[in-house]
């Protein structure tokens, strides 16, 4: 049953429905998206500051477009590291890795390459979309380290072996890594509450985590400033910051003697 409509609809009265979901069970899947890091000053992709220079995500982001220009890919990627690293994780990021000790069994999927979950002290995290800190060989495909400094050079990072490096990251069109993606379904088809944070819902195998949860009888909960495709569907959809709504709802569920099912 969807709760969006009504007199009851406060973001208070759907904070404690949400609350009341949580606090009886001990099996929590979450994803999260761009929003949850918007507070921190990180650009959301599809929210009215995502473009640099003029150049949506959908463009950048390709292999396409590294191929045609390495040099202008890899200036956005430092350009964003840059702002990345001078940014702290927010009260969201800190409310989710809360919810890992309240929660027997917990899995965050994140398909934000930022950082900053485990920034704030996540550990169980997967990145759907890679690392931003993280390059990869276009050749041998050796994996490393690499936090770039914006504006020092134009020279376009190699690897040891000489080959070229690239973000390792998911771009469109690009296969996500299956291990992420079977762990995530493994844990989905055993829990009890999915939440979904701060994601337009719109980029695929992402988008269909909701469904998924649904078909297979988990209760959802949504957390978004905006109304998604899944808003009318979830279980709970609070209409909220994650940096407000996530820390509210932590502490309801902890101040609330419970009794816990699976
Ligand atoms: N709190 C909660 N939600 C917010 C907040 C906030 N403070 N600020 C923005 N939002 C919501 C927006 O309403 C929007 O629905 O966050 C969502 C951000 O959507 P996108 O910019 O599309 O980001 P995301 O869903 O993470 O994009 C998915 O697309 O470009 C690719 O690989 C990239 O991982 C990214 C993927």
């Known amino acids: 049953m969807n709760h969006t409509s009504g007199n009851s609809n406060s973001t208070d009265n759907l904070i404690d429905r949400a609350a009341l979901l949580l606090g009886t069970v001990n099996s929590v899947f979450v994803l999260t998206g761009a929003g949850v890091s918007a507070e921190s000053g990180i650009p959301t992709f599809r929210g009215a500051d995502g473009l640099w220079k003029n150049y949506s995500a959908q463009e950048l982001a390709t292999p396409q477009a590294f191929q045609k220009d390495p040099v202008l890919v890899w200036e956005w990627y430092h350009w964003r590291q840059d702002l990345i690293l001078k940014a702290s994780p927010n009260a969201a990021h800190y409310a989710l890795s809360a919810f ?25 995290v997967l990145e759907l979309h890679g690392n931003i800190f993280r390059a990869r060989c276009c050749e041998c495909d050796r994996k490393t380290e690499y936090t770039g400094i914006q504006g020092v050079s134009n020279d376009l990072p190699r690897c040891v072996c000489g080959g070229l490096l690239r973000p390792d990251v998911v771009w469109f069109g690009e296969a996500i890594p299956e291990y992420i993606w079977q762990d995530s379904l493994d844990f989905l088809s055993g829990t009890a509450v999915a939440m979904i944070c701060g994601t337009s819902g719109v980029v695929w195998p992402a988008a269909a985590i909701p469904r998924i949860a649904m078909e297979q009888g988990v209760k959802t ?24 709504a996530l820390p509210l709802l932590v502490r309801k569920i902890t101040d609330r003697p419970t009794s816990k099912i699976s």
């Open 221 to 244: 909960i949504e957390i978004n400033l905006e109304p998604t495709p899944i808003s009318n569907a979830v279980d709970v959809s609070i209409r909220a910051k994650a940096d407000v």
């Open 100 to 124: 890992e000790s309240i929660f027997e069994h917990f899995l965050l999927l994140t398909q934000n390459v930022d950082n900053m979950h485990r920034r704030a002290g996540s550990q169980r």
